[in-house]
């Protein structure tokens, strides 16, 4: 009987068509998340911006109106179609998992932090501004990790000044 080696053949001429590996495809996320995180937060920048910081916290925790939480995902879809330069099915496709995975990881960093009580106590413009950019910091941490580095903040036991070299 002979084997169906159809499927290895397909997998490496796919491979060998975008000329990526495997591991190359978390560039491709990173790319994608990022280009998501920046379009949610130039749209609730700008809401905030015409003062309405009460409806940005209100999206962010859930209890928006439907029809502005359907106006708001509209725009940051759309920025994010105009970001990722991707057409037809395929642009749909990567927006369809990539938007709502990055609003659900503001909400878990956001309900974690409480930066939503934050958001609500202080009013301001500008602290709100400030409040968002904490946010996407902190959700950027989140998707992407800095694992496998080793990298350690050591505390310098050195007491003596370094000797300098003769010259």
Do not use: C, Y
Request: hydrophobic letters at 45%; a positive charge.
């Amino acid at each position: 009987m002979k084997k169906l080696t159809l499927l290895p053949q397909l997998f490496r001429t796919a491979g060998q068509l975008t000329g990526m590996a495997a591991w190359q495809t978390g560039r491709l996320f990173q790319k994608a998340a990022a280009s998501a995180l920046e379009s949610i937060q130039e749209v609730l920048r700008a809401e905030v911006k015409k003062g309405n910081a009460k409806l940005v916290a209100d999206f962010l925790t859930d209890k928006a109106l439907p029809a502005a939480r359907a106006l708001l995902l509209e725009r940051m879809t759309a920025r994010l179609l105009v970001r990722l330069g991707l057409r037809g099915a395929l642009a749909s496709n990567v927006i369809g998992w990539i938007l709502p995975f990055v609003l659900e990881q503001m909400v878990k960093v956001g309900q974690r932090t409480g930066l939503f009580d934050k958001l609500r106590a202080n009013p301001t413009v500008q602290d709100s501004l400030l409040r968002l950019e904490e946010l996407k910091q902190t959700v950027w941490k989140r998707l992407v990790p800095d694992h496998g580095t080793g990298a350690q903040v050591l505390e310098d036991d050195d007491t003596e000044p370094p000797r300098q070299l003769p010259a």
